[in-house]
């Protein structure tokens, strides 16, 4: 059984970041963190494009 990773705990704010290459807010949250600890990673539905939000 695996167990919670408490360094992925985050804010609670899973959807609607803006994205930064074409400003849809269709986009969701790939993972809670992302290279840093004050990012996470998101998916923009509408340019399908990845990207990266600070925390």
């Keep these: 059984m695996r ?3 408490p360094s992925t705990d ?3 704010e899973t959807a ?3 994205c930064p290459y074409c400003g849809s807010t269709d986009t969701v ?3 809670p963190k992302g290279p840093g600890l004050c990012r996470s990673m998101h998916f923009c539905n509408e340019c399908q494009e990845p990207f990266q939000r600070f925390e």
Aim: proline content about 0%; hydrophobic content about 15%; charged content about 40%.
């Design 29 to 31: 949250r790939e993972h």
């Design 3 to 5: 167990r919670f990773d």
């Design 10 to 12: 985050t804010s609670g």
């Design 16 to 18: 609607g970041a803006e």
